[in-house]
């Protein structure tokens, strides 16, 4: 938003409606409605974009151009053709890998090294359509979804304003669907730690649901949710889940080496060191630690 305010005149801005969040549930904006506001722009927010009023009320905005970005619905035909120069999305991974609402999380799942942003040419897909321009980035070996996400961020706030100037000039390119993979939204669930998997998919799985929706498992003093954590080696024997010594001190065996926790947070507290935890909580050797 803030990039394309410094170089474009923007027309108006498409966003959710206000939803309950926070303590009280009380009616909140989404972020970029209030920097709309703040810049005197129009503000609308449709319920559903599929609603046939909508070509017609967003044709009046008189648009060259719509940018799209983590808007959250399919978008029908008719929406996207309102612009004279339709629309374009910037998508968090280097498509068409990682098509969907979680592409940076799943990424980090998946063990990836490498992503980036792509923007395309919007068609009536899930992000299906024609690639404009791309570009990568390396990721970090401890990074979380979160920080992952907000230099993605800044990558395709770049990556939009070179689209848009080069727009005249570029050639789209069909995507190769034989290689896309899918990236659904998350649910809680995803982020269940089955202890029997290899340390190194419990790390990934632990750093792609961070922020949210937070790594859990079982332990004997209640639910335990990991934000951070390590792949370490430890005695071999001991079955998955179980609290064992080792050189980096108390670790919790998987189905492959063992994994270190490093920042935790007990149902109801605050985020704590793994040191910090166990001091509290006295867990010795033995105790287990299991799947919600």
Same mark, same amino acid.
């Given at each position: $938003?803030?990039?394309?305010?410094?170089?474009?005149?923007?027309?108006?801005?498409? %966003?959710?409606?206000?939803?309950?969040?926070?303590?009280?549930?009380?009616?909140?904006?989404?972020?970029?409605?209030?920097?709309?506001?703040?810049?005197?722009?129009?503000?609308?927010?449709?319920?559903?974009?599929?609603?046939?009023?909508?070509?017609?009320?967003?044709?009046?905005?008189?648009?060259?151009?719509?940018?799209?970005?983590?808007?959250?619905?399919?978008?029908?035909?008719?929406?996207?053709?309102?612009?004279?120069?339709?629309?374009?999305?910037?998508?968090?991974?280097?498509?068409?890998?990682?098509?969907?609402?979680?592409?940076?999380?799943?990424?980090?799942?998946?063990?990836?090294?490498? %992503?980036?942003?792509?923007?395309?040419?919007?068609?009536?897909?899930?992000?299906?359509?024609?690639?404009?321009?791309?570009?990568?980035?390396?990721?970090?070996?401890?990074?979380?979804?979160?920080?992952?996400?907000?230099?993605?961020?800044?990558?395709?706030?770049?990556?939009?304003?070179?689209?848009?100037?080069?727009?005249?000039?570029?050639?789209?390119?069909?995507?190769?669907?034989?290689?896309?993979?899918?990236?659904?939204? &998350?649910?809680? %669930?995803?982020?269940?730690?089955? &202890?029997?998997?290899?340390?190194?998919?419990?790390?990934?799985?632990?750093?792609?649901?961070?922020?949210?929706?937070?790594?859990?498992?079982?332990?004997?003093?209640?639910?335990?949710?990991?934000?951070?954590?390590?792949?370490?080696?430890?005695?071999?024997?001991?079955?998955?889940?179980? &609290?064992?010594?080792?050189?980096?001190?108390?670790?919790?065996?998987?189905?492959?080496?063992?994994?270190?926790?490093?920042?935790?947070?007990?149902?109801?507290?605050?985020?704590?060191?793994?040191?910090?935890?166990?001091?509290?909580?006295?867990?010795?050797?033995?105790? $287990?630690?299991?799947?919600?």
């Amino acid at each position: $938003m803030d990039a394309l305010l410094h170089q474009h005149e923007v027309v108006a801005v498409v %966003t959710q409606p206000d939803r309950p969040a926070h303590r009280g549930r009380r009616l909140t904006p989404p972020p970029v409605k209030a920097k709309a506001l703040a810049a005197g722009l129009p503000v609308v927010q449709p319920v559903r974009l599929r609603d046939p009023e909508w070509p017609r009320r967003l044709a009046e905005f008189g648009a060259d151009v719509a940018v799209v970005v983590a808007f959250g619905q399919i978008l029908p035909k008719a929406v996207l053709q309102v612009p004279a120069r339709g629309s374009i999305n910037v998508h968090a991974s280097l498509l068409p890998r990682y098509r969907g609402a979680a592409p940076i999380q799943w990424a980090l799942i998946r063990g990836e090294t490498v %992503t980036g942003v792509t923007t395309f040419q919007m068609d009536e897909g899930m992000d299906t359509g024609p690639i404009l321009m791309s570009a990568t980035t390396p990721i970090g070996a401890d990074e979380t979804a979160g920080e992952l996400a907000a230099r993605l961020a800044a990558l395709g706030a770049g990556l939009l304003v070179d689209t848009l100037a080069r727009l005249d000039t570029l050639t789209p390119t069909p995507q190769r669907h034989e290689e896309a993979t899918l990236a659904p939204r &998350l649910k809680k %669930t995803d982020g269940h730690l089955e &202890l029997a998997r290899p340390a190194r998919e419990l790390v990934n799985l632990i750093r792609g649901c961070n922020p949210w929706p937070g790594a859990v498992a079982k332990a004997p003093t209640g639910q335990l949710t990991m934000w951070r954590a390590a792949a370490v080696d430890a005695p071999p024997g001991a079955p998955p889940g179980t &609290l064992v010594r080792s050189d980096a001190g108390l670790v919790i065996a998987t189905g492959e080496r063992a994994l270190l926790p490093v920042e935790v947070q007990p149902e109801n507290r605050r985020p704590m060191s793994w040191d910090d935890y166990l001091r509290g909580a006295r867990l010795a050797p033995g105790a $287990m630690f299991v799947t919600p």
